[in-house]
């Protein structure tokens, strides 16, 4: 596994449990850095300490040597950019337009659909032991189910945008891997067979196993 250089410190605040959180995981598996998780639960995220590092109250955070960056594509892009290991955005230029595509479907729609759902059916009562919202989650279920609408149609075998695996593959992986088990996600995902299959195939990369399992 790749590390970082001596005296570097890579540090990752957040919620285990949470699809951007581990979206940014499987970055950092992806590229073999090593790093300190910082496990952070409501009601620490809206604290001043963390507040200083997002002001937005929210999680993922990563710190890399005294820099700090939230928003998981944002994450995600420097982790590319800054550390070795394999490429994960393509260089040709449709496929870099889809991925980015993709992204957006995910950052303005997709988060808080499948999000939502996936929070109200296993988070609130697995975790937290709270009953599930049912008015969210029938709230969330139309765009929910428009965005595997959307999604199903893009999808270029073997990954997301073709013979690239992407930042887009890593994007979308935890909230697939959360919908699928709910009874909102298995009636969505039915017929989305692209999607079906191309789940079952990143699925087991060893960053998935690693963070997904």
């Known amino acids: 596994m790749n590390t970082t250089s001596p005296g570097m410190s ?12 581990r979206g940014a995981m499987l970055g950092l598996a992806e590229k073999g850095v090593e790093y300190e ?7 620490a995220w809206k604290t001043p300490e963390h507040l200083a590092r997002n002001p937005f109250g929210k999680v993922p955070v990563l710190e890399h040597d005294g820099f700090e960056v939230f928003e998981t594509q ?3 892009r420097y982790l590319d950019q800054t550390f070795p290991g394999p490429a994960l955005q393509p260089t ?15 950052d303005c729609y997709l988060g ?17 032991g709270q009953p599930t919202n049912m ?9 929910a189910r428009s965005c595997a609408e959307a999604l199903e149609p893009l999808i270029a075998a073997p990954y997301l945008t073709g013979e690239t695996f992407s930042l887009a593959d890593i994007r979308l992986m935890p909230h697939f891997d959360r919908l699928r088990i709910t009874p909102e996600g298995e009636a969505i995902l039915d017929g989305k067979n692209k999607l079906v299959q191309w789940f079952a195939h990143v699925s087991g990369r060893p960053s998935a196993k690693q963070v997904l399992q």
Do not use: D, H
């Open 10 to 21: 890579v540090k990752l605040y957040g919620t285990a449990g949470s699809p951007n959180v």
């Open 135 to 143: 008015e969210r989650v029938n709230a969330a279920v139309p765009m």
């Open 37 to 43: 998780f910082v496990s952070l639960m409501p009601p």
């Open 112 to 128: 808080s659909s499948w999000g939502g759902i996936g929070f109200e059916r296993v988070v609130a009562p697995t975790f937290l």
């Open 74 to 76: 944002a994450i995600l």
């Open 92 to 106: 040709n230029a449709r496929e870099g337009a889809r991925m980015n595509q993709i992204i957006g479907i995910i």
